[in-house]
């Protein structure tokens, strides 16, 4: 069975199901890994201390419980981010919880951090093999009394299995959370992860990850403040909760975060707005609405090192990680370029 038809009956099931059953597919039968007979070398880089083979990851949320990561990276993604996990196990919000819109080429989710919690989680961590760059991606508790403390209690025990960790802030599904997105309530988040990270003499390089339906005046803020951080990078970003270029659809109205084409336009101007910003002393990690070589190739001109995709994986299944790498090859190639790191935040 080809991935194509794999990924077309998926698209046939409801949603939710859809998911689960790919993770039980994944978990159940040995992957083949896409890139067969593709030269990435023009399209590997070496970044603080992590080899990553070409720039596509898979973005946080499809493994949630980390318990298919060594499949996905044999798949052929060059690094993936597991979680979000939260310290407790958690059901998160009521179904249904996600939506199609596939005219649209986007989702709608709503899961609110469903998550078994940090000791199913951690075990499955140690488990399996890292095949790839494997980062954590730590959420919070919806229940929490201390948001600071989630972060920390999950960093103190998955520091060890862990490539880099992501701080995410901004899911616009635990109520309250991009409410933490500003200076003085990051602060303690990574300097509790930079004290475990000295306790423990373990480097571990640390993303936020940012809405984008933050005011140019927060995220301008927020980028001069990270800026002086010890934090590896920003990934730009998670879900939108407005609904421009999906009015009409049937599921428009349904409370969550938007991702997909929808996303796309936004989330590239806000990686090239703080691009500008933080130009080449942080690590920039594109995300939104990625599905061809020409969107990849755009967010890297905007100044993204590495992207991540979620969406078009959905629709197009694992052989869109082929799709974009040789379209970006081509690209490339049309502007004489040899290696990626000369597109990097060219315009
Ligand atoms: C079903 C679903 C679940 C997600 N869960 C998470 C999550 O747990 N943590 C997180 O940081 N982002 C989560 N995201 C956001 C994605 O990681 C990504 O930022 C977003 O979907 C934009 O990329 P895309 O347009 O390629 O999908 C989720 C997205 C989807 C569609």
Partial sequence: VTYKCVTAILNQLPPEIAHDLSIKLLRTFPVKNVLANLDVSGLSQSLMGMDFIHPIGLAAGFDKQAEVFDQLGKLGFSFLEVGSVTPKPQFGNPRPRLFRLPKQQAIINRYGFNSKGLSYFAKHLQKYQHTCVVGVNLGKNKDSVNYCDDFLQSAEVLIENADYFTINLSSPNTP??????????????????????????????????????????????????????????????????????????????????LSGQPLKTPSTEMLRRIYRIVSKRLMLIGCGGINSGQ????????????????????????????????????????????NIREVIGEK
């Fill in 176 to 257: 309250g959370l991009r409410e933490l997105q500003h200076p003085e309530a990051i602060k303690p988040v990574i300097d509790g992860i930079a004290e475990i990270s000295l306790r423990k003499e373990k480097k571990i390089p640390i993303f936020i990850k940012i809405s984008p339906d933050m005011t140019i005046k927060q995220e301008t803020t927020l980028a001069e403040f990270l800026l002086e951080q010890p934090i590896t990078g920003i990934i730009i970003s998670n879900t939108t909760v407005a609904r421009n270029g999906v009015e009409g659809s049937r599921y428009a109205n349904e409370q969550g975060g």
């Fill in 295 to 338: 969107d990849a190739y755009e967010k890297l001109r905007a100044g993204a090192d590495l992207l991540q995709i979620y969406t078009a994986f959905v629709y197009e299944g694992p052989l869109v990680i082929r799709k974009i790498l040789l379209e970006l090859k081509s690209l490339m190639a049309r502007d004489g370029v040899t």
